[in-house]
């Protein structure tokens, strides 16, 4: 079995994802579409695609089978939205939508349709996370008790203002200062993909930010926030305790990174490196070389990422986000031919989402605690 597939917008991000899609074995035929007319003209000829549409409406009468969408983050709920209500899988870039009354339409939508959605978040990949996830499995950690992840993005990170304003235009400074924390899905998915477990109630402070460019003055952006870091303490449904960071005014190059610690063996990952640790220095082993992504091996990923399982055609092609980019999309074309759910399906990505909004409420409440929301199942469940 195979599916036709449109890919939804031709811009920076879509340019990673074209080659992908197309040579996978389970896409019999694939079609882009923008609203752009010079840009779909171009990206139809730069990866030699044939079939393109003028509109969203016109590719989902069109009959694909799914849309992958790759719009502006603000475009993601109502576009999925009106995806799956026609009946088509959705694979969407993040996040799922800006608001948690978003989130659940497409729940609400992904549970009327009964088709696959999920959420492209590159962080559930990543060599670490996929370490300290199957460690995590074999019980190596023993019980963990405390986590910490960090998405660390300083606005004077290359091309950073110049991407954020090609997709705001006349609207960068009302969208551009939005909350840290309703972006929180690089760093909560490492946790809870680890631990297989829930956040349930956060205490949040921010950092007010001092920048003269204006993004985060209350008075202009449309959230009204503040804040351009926020740290978070997070309780967590199996008993222990994460601290979540997301940074955007900070001297440091930029990243996602965790640390774990368990009551038997520790992991610790920064800019400097990764390691597991033990109750003695001599159980300390540097894990550098497992977790180096690789360029000659499918187009950039790391020992410990299983390429064995990807098709063989995705050997020569690019793999952007710490080798992320394959498995995201081999995952959902398998679940849309299998019709099992993907990894980042629509509830474990709400529950990736969802922390990050009752963070922000506490962080604007002065560090007051607040239950986080759980969206993580089914209703029917």
Not at 93 to 100: D, E, I, K, S
Not at 226 to 246: H, K, Q, W
Not at 299 to 306: E, H, K, R, S
Request: aromatic share 10%.
């Amino acid at each position: 079995m195979s599916i036709k597939l449109a890919i939804i917008g031709t811009g920076q991000l879509a340019q990673y994802f074209i080659p992908l899609f197309k040579a996978h074995p389970l896409v019999s035929e694939l079609a882009l579409c923008d609203l752009d007319a010079g840009k779909l003209r171009a990206a139809a000829e730069k990866f030699d695609v044939k079939r393109t549409y003028p509109s969203m409406e016109h590719a989902l009468n069109s009959g694909v089978d799914a849309v992958a969408i790759m719009t502006q983050h603000w475009l993601h709920a109502p576009q999925a939205v009106q995806a799956l209500e026609a009946c088509k899988h959705v694979y969407s870039a993040v996040p799922v939508g800006l608001t948690l009354e978003e989130i659940r339409s497409v729940i609400r939508a992904v549970e009327k349709s009964g088709r696959i959605y999920m959420m492209g978040e590159t962080s559930y990949y990543y060599p670490h996370v996929i370490y300290c996830r199957e460690l995590q499995q074999r019980g190596g950690f023993g019980h963990v008790t405390y986590t910490e992840a960090s998405y660390y993005h300083d606005w004077d990170i290359v091309n950073t203002y110049a991407q954020i304003r090609a997709r705001t235009g006349d609207r960068f400074l009302e969208l551009a200062g939005f909350p840290p924390m309703h972006y929180p899905s690089h760093t909560t998915s490492q946790v809870i993909s680890l631990l297989a477990a829930r956040m349930t109630k956060v205490s949040c402070l921010g950092w007010i930010d001092r920048h003269d460019d204006g993004i985060y003055n209350p008075k202009v952006n449309s959230a009204k926030n503040p804040y351009s870091n926020e740290t978070a303490l997070f309780a967590m449904s199996d008993g222990s305790v994460c601290r979540i960071n997301e940074f955007r005014r900070v001297g440091h190059p930029g990243g996602e990174l965790m640390s774990v610690y368990g009551t038997e063996a520790s992991f610790e990952y920064t800019q400097g490196g990764a390691v597991l640790i033990g109750k003695d220095f001599a159980r300390t082993t540097r894990l550098d070389e497992l977790l180096r992504i690789r360029p000659e091996r499918h187009g950039g990923t790391a020992l410990v990422q299983p390429v064995e399982r990807l098709p063989a055609a995705f050997a020569s092609l690019g793999n952007e986000h710490k080798g992320s980019h394959q498995f995201l999309v081999d995952d959902f074309l398998r679940a849309c031919v299998s019709g099992e759910q993907p990894p980042i399906n629509i509830w474990e990505a709400a529950n990736y989402l969802a922390p990050g909004y009752a963070a922000h409420e506490s962080a604007m409440g002065g560090g007051k605690q607040v239950d986080v929301v759980d969206l993580s199942q089914p209703a029917s469940r």
